[in-house]
């Protein structure tokens, strides 16, 4: 039986998303051990290296030099405020909240695009007005229903999203241009430098402390690295390469579901009504704004 093109993309991009939302539970629980800032930086420099490590990093050759040392850059510092902001949120909402809010960088994408001079299709104005309904709902206690629910771990993974769909468009441009093993090593280093250089002088006294990491901490931390960043990003990019944005984004914001079934498994992390009606909002809305342009009115 022989496999497309796309269906190996999307294979890929399904099992990325399966592993990221079962790191969103070993995430939050890591934070019993470690600072968001000590576990974003660490997961993602052990990670590069582990990737490295089973790499011949010699043998993928890069035409430009330039031009892939600047995008790698460029592509590791996103991804550490991304990371960075999404754990912060993670140490005071629920896994499950942080997967359906992460997943709304589906939405920021078309966005973004309208500053990079692409057209954007109307169906992305009613999706945010759903998604932004779902999000009231998701966050509330279901007796009292406001925007003053949404707690600051919400927004910061809220704001986490912004950086996430910079990332995705980022990823897009990169991985047609460079050796994607290559590139995922360099921008995992970046990223985690950036954050470690960052932590050490800024925040010395702390971040430098590892006296009181348990062993279940550890062994979250390792988790993260080969799971979230050797195993999920890379598997992404390859998806990329061959599956065009829209099914892409689509597959991906099923990670959302992942977080909320192993937060539910592992974490006793139940959604009461509203939780169940906002979640769904926030999913159709993401998965409309993915079909939508495909529909031709006659």
Not at 32 to 61: A, H, M, V, Y
């Amino acid at each position: 039986m022989i496999i497309s093109s796309k269906t190996k993309g999307l294979i890929f991009l399904l099992i990325a998303s399966i592993v990221w939302g079962s790191t969103f539970v070993p995430q939050k629980i890591a934070m019993e051990d470690w600072s968001p800032l000590q576990f974003t930086s660490l997961r993602f420099l052990i990670g590069g290296i582990i990737l490295f490590s089973f790499i011949n990093f010699s043998s993928e050759k890069v035409e430009s030099f330039k031009e892939f040392s600047i995008f790698s850059l460029i592509s590791g510092t996103i991804l550490a405020l991304a990371a960075l902001t999404q754990q912060i949120g993670i140490v005071t909402t629920t896994a499950t909240n942080a997967g359906f809010y992460t997943s709304l960088y589906v939405l920021i994408v078309p966005i973004i695009g309208i500053f990079m001079s692409k057209s954007i299709h109307w169906s992305i104005w009613p999706s945010i007005m759903i998604c932004f309904l779902g999000s009231i709902l998701l966050s509330s206690s279901g007796e009292n229903i406001s925007l003053t629910n949404i707690s600051n771990g919400d927004l910061w993974i809220i704001f986490s999203a912004i950086f996430w769909a910079i990332h995705l468009h980022v990823v897009s441009y990169s991985v047609s241009k460079f050796p994607i093993f290559k590139f995922s090593i360099i921008q995992f280093i970046v990223c985690g430098s950036l954050l470690f250089i960052y932590g050490s002088i800024f925040d010395s006294k702390n971040f430098l402390d590892f006296k009181d990491i348990s062993s279940p901490g550890i062994f979250y931390l390792f988790y993260c690295s080969l799971g979230s960043v050797c195993i999920g990003f890379t598997l992404q990019m390859f998806g990329q390469r061959l599956v065009e944005p829209t099914p892409a984004a689509l597959i991906m914001s099923t990670e959302a579901i992942f977080a909320a079934f192993f937060g539910w498994i592992i974490l006793s992390e139940f959604l009461n009504l509203s939780g169940f009606i906002g979640a769904g909002l926030i999913f159709l809305g993401v998965v409309f704004v993915q079909l939508a342009p495909k529909v031709k009115i006659q």
